[in-house]
């Protein structure tokens, strides 16, 4: 974990330093003693500051933070579950068809019609049969938990034993960090849908600012994300794509966040519309709503929509739909350092669906960084930022293997069953732990314990949660632990690639 704001060098310099302070502390006692007529010889007061001393009074310990859960749809194979209702063009809503489905011209606000790919059921297999992959556009309560509005407070020790106070402020539930945004108890979560099933969905944009990202398994082989975030939401996110049966279930964990999406097919706008009113979640995709989306002509349709936070509730913070939220989100891990001794040379892991047009990724840990290199298909992932591209490194890589059903709105497209429990790959602070996920309806989050059954705690920061398919039809996921050789290798190479292409683009 990183070191705690406020920690001092330790040394001899620091061993006379308290002792003159201790001197100067005694010497002002005595004279103001002898100033008011205190008898001579009677010892002052003075608070302790002896290395081996203890907690002071201002000490306090921090708390844990964890989370509840819920459940998942079925869902179906190959094709995809499609994105309905108006497009967005430059900012603009407009009518259009089902992106995500047979045929559909991808949903165009006023003036669009530029021939763009549907992204819908139809779309989705038709992109399988001619090698076009479905992507999106590309840009750079329960017990034992800390509520987002929890204040974090407490002394760290330094290497001579001197307890130091550190930052203190309320707990970003969503990352287990400490912050120093006093709002983010009146902020709702934001969910995004963004494409990763084609190389024209990358470099996205947000990414790196995600809390939590889910990577879920769609038509084909390919992937697709849910970015949740909350601590901090950048200037746009996206590509954004249509919405899938499976993200419903993985929102229930979120006290009511926003959804962004590009639209969705007929059956899943009824069940995000039944999901909206059970409260799971507030719709703001672009069929309801065109002011907060932009499509980026430097990129290619589908593929350069995004969504732009500031322009929700027309840029007024007191005219966000559903308005403040009643109760902050819950954290849906716990976090902490002490776990069982991890897998020997590990140092990463690749998660690969080899049918169809299906890729792999990787994350491997880079200690200079401090978190797991993203990367797909032999290439650097990055996400855009407000100051360039930057690698996508989580904190956290959570490997779920878990089973996929076959979803009600296109028999083509799996639907995660994201409730239950299995097996698990949990890297965390430069290991890779073998382990067991839970996730229940009567709680928020999910719960990883070692083989032996011990608990199993994140590095506070982003999270990224790979759900890896264990059931036929759909392809299966191919988990391979990479060895530390492996991983240095691995992730050199991709740097490599990427300065050749950076160097050749700059000729």
């Known amino acids: 974990m990183a070191a705690r704001p406020g920690a001092s060098p330790v040394g001899t310099v620091r061993a006379r330093t308290l002792a003159r302070l ?4 005694a010497a002002a006692a005595t004279l103001a003693a002898a100033c008011s007529g205190s008898p001579q010889g009677v010892e002052p007061t003075v608070a302790s500051l002896d290395p081996a001393s203890g907690q002071t009074p201002s000490e306090s310990t921090s708390t844990t933070v964890e989370a509840d859960d819920q459940e998942s749809d079925d869902g179906t194979a190959g094709v995809a579950e499609g994105e309905g209702g108006s497009a967005v063009r430059d900012g603009a809503a407009g009518s259009g068809t089902n992106d995500d489905t047979p045929d559909a011209a991808e949903e165009a606000a006023p003036g669009a019609g530029e021939g763009e790919a549907s992204e819908g059921a139809g779309s989705e297999q038709a992109a399988a049969d001619d090698g076009v992959s479905e992507g999106g556009s590309a840009d750079g309560g329960s017990s034992g938990r800390a509520a987002s509005g929890a204040a974090a407070s407490g002394h760290g020790a330094t290497g001579d034993g001197v307890l130091e106070p550190f930052v203190t402020g309320p707990i970003a539930p969503l990352t287990g960090s400490i912050t120093t945004d006093l709002s983010l108890a009146q902020r709702r979560p934001l969910a995004v849908k963004v494409g990763n099933g084609d190389p024209k969905d990358r470099p996205q944009a947000g990414l790196g600012a995600a809390d939590i990202v889910y990577e879920v398994l769609v038509e084909a082989g390919f992937t697709r994300f849910l970015a949740v975030l909350h601590s901090e939401i950048p200037s746009r996110v996206g590509p954004v794509r249509s919405a899938r049966s499976s993200d419903f279930d993985i929102l229930e964990d979120l006290a009511t966040p926003y959804l962004a999406t590009s639209g969705a097919n007929s059956t899943v706008r009824r069940e995000m519309s039944e999901a909206a009113r059970s409260g799971t979640l507030i719709d703001i995709g672009a069929g309801r709503m065109g002011a907060p989306y932009r499509r980026d002509r430097s990129r290619p349709a589908p593929h350069n929509l995004y969504f732009h936070y500031e322009n ?8 966000l739909p559903g308005g403040i939220p009643d109760t902050p989100p819950a954290a849906l891990f716990e976090y902490g350092s002490s776990n069982s001794p991890p897998l020997d040379d590990a140092a990463g892991v690749s998660v690969a669906y080899t049918i169809l047009y299906g890729g792999e990724a990787s994350h491997v840990w880079d200690p200079i960084l401090g978190g797991w290199v993203r990367i797909q298909d032999g290439t650097l992932h990055t996400t855009e930022t407000d100051f360039g591209l930057a690698e996508i ?7 779920l293997w878990m089973p996929y059903g076959r979803s009600a709105a296109d028999r083509r497209s799996p639907q995660a069953l994201s409730y239950g429990a299995g097996q698990a790959l949990v890297l965390t602070a430069g290991s890779v732990h073998e382990a067991v996920w839970e996730r ?6 999910y ?3 070692d083989t032996a059954g011990n608990p199993l705690t994140l590095s506070t920061g982003s999270t990224w949660l790979l759900l890896a398919n264990t059931s036929r039809p759909w392809p299966l996921a191919e988990v391979t632990v990479l060895t530390a050789s492996e991983s240095n290798q691995l992730l050199a190479d991709a740097r490599a ?4 292409s950076e160097q050749e683009r700059g000729s």
């Open 447 to 449: 719960r990883f314990t």
């Open 497 to 500: 690639a990427r300065e050749r």
């Open 440 to 445: 229940t309806e009567d709680r928020v989050g």
């Open 393 to 399: 490194a989580p904190a956290n890589v959570v490997v």
């Open 312 to 319: 929700l509730g027309g840029g007024d913070p007191g005219s």
């Open 22 to 25: 201790v001197a100067v502390l």
